[in-house]
């Protein structure tokens, strides 16, 4: 994991270059009003009469320097439209949701749609009108993907301090994911792996909402949502595009000291089979929270009618210890079945069952009043 001295000196960095690019576009129009103002003071100058009777020579050279100062502007306008048609960057003053919906929606077959991200308010408030658009363009044969934090990182909680107050990043991932994962239910019918969700466990310096060779960019000030901060809308073969998608490439592959996890190894986990005669499944599941505090030694597992979780059902009352994997990790914990005859466990029964269906932004209920439901106590890491 990169210390956090270095990760602010590597924002600081692109800070600067982003900052260096904004800034030459405004100096533009600057250069051309100063061009502009010092040619018609030096042709006023120049045809002086005063100037022309007793310094001709003078009224010469500014009258000369007049012409040569409007031939630059006429340069200047045109090599700088000559380059702005080559790269064109613009900026927006926040990110704007509805034309990067639309422009997902018109994706045509082999287009890419790349979003990085923190989380995505853009999901979260206008969930419906993505999930329609990103149907729209898997069917139209475009792929998709989609770069966010893992909640439990360095990195989720230091973005948390940094919008404390502003944002909840926390709630904002979890809603996220409960949203991605339901549409990756639906684009999996359509074509599958079209839509590819990740998990980043590294310090982003960029947020990116790319479509087809456009993207709009923008930093994570500290303070500050970036969705609600100045933008850049840049073309993918702009040397900063090209920077841009070549550290959403690096973040997607990831490390062996900051991995990145798709969705599905988070959102369920998966026993380790007792027996060669049974095959396993996912499984969907809660951390314990109390007091809005995640409790990550602690979870609760629901089961299906599967022979497999019947058969754990019964046989964990009699162990220790179960091993399962999740994140791409092996772990161990104590399970429990909870059982609703037992008093003292109705009221836990409960609670794990709305925790379930709050992580996975399932409709109140819809578990049932008595689902079968295990607690896993005491989790660790297994380290092989």
Not at 150 to 160: D, E, Q
Not at 243 to 257: I, N, Q, S
Request: hydrophobic fraction near 40%; proline fraction near 5%; charge should be neutral.
């Amino acid at each position: 994991m990169e210390r956090p001295a270095q990760v602010d000196s590597r924002e600081k960095h692109q800070l600067e270059r982003v900052l260096r690019i904004t800034r030459s576009v405004k100096k533009q129009l600057f250069v051309v009003i100063f061009l502009f103002s010092a040619a018609i003071i030096t042709v006023i100058f120049g045809i002086i009469p005063v100037v022309r009777v007793s310094y001709p020579l003078i009224a010469d050279f500014l009258l000369g320097l007049s012409g040569n100062l409007l031939v630059a502007i006429i340069i200047f306008i045109f090599l700088e439209r000559g380059i702005k048609s080559l790269h064109p960057i613009s900026e927006t003053r926040s990110l704007p949701y509805s034309e990067f919906i639309e422009n997902v929606r018109r994706a045509n077959k082999g287009d890419r749609i790349r979003i990085l991200e923190t989380f995505s308010s853009l999901i979260n408030q206008s969930h419906l009108e993505f999930a329609k658009a990103i149907q729209a363009a898997i069917k139209a044969g475009a792929e998709v993907e989609v770069l966010l934090f893992h909640p439990y990182s360095a990195g989720a909680k230091r973005r948390a301090e940094q919008l404390k107050g502003r944002a909840n990043v926390p709630e904002g991932i979890r809603k996220n994911l409960a949203y991605l994962y339901e549409l990756r239910s639906v684009t999996e019918h359509i074509s599958p792996n079209s839509l590819q969700v990740r998990l980043y466990t590294a310090l982003p310096s960029i947020q990116m909402y790319r479509w087809e060779e456009w993207a709009f960019v923008s930093l994570f000030p500290i303070g500050k949502r970036s969705d609600r901060t100045p933008n850049l809308k840049v073309p993918m073969d702009n040397p900063f595009g090209s920077y841009v998608d070549e550290a959403f490439e690096e973040l997607w592959k990831g490390t062996d000291e900051a991995p990145t996890i798709s969705i599905d190894d988070h959102m369920q986990l998966q026993f380790i089979v007792p027996s060669p005669d049974l095959t396993s499944t996912s499984y969907f599941f809660s951390y314990n929270e109390e007091n809005d505090q995640v409790d990550r030694t602690n979870c609760y597992v629901v089961g299906d009618n599967s022979l497999f979780f019947f058969f754990i059902y019964e046989d964990v009352k009699e162990k220790e210890n179960v091993t399962f994997l999740l994140d791409n990790k092996k772990w161990c914990a104590e399970p429990h079945v909870l059982n609703p005859k037992v008093s003292n466990e109705v009221n836990e029964l409960i609670h794990a069952r709305e925790l379930i269906e709050r992580r996975y932004g399932w409709a109140k209920e819809r578990l049932g009043p008595s689902p079968f439901i295990l607690r896993f106590k005491d989790i660790k890491e297994v380290m092989d």
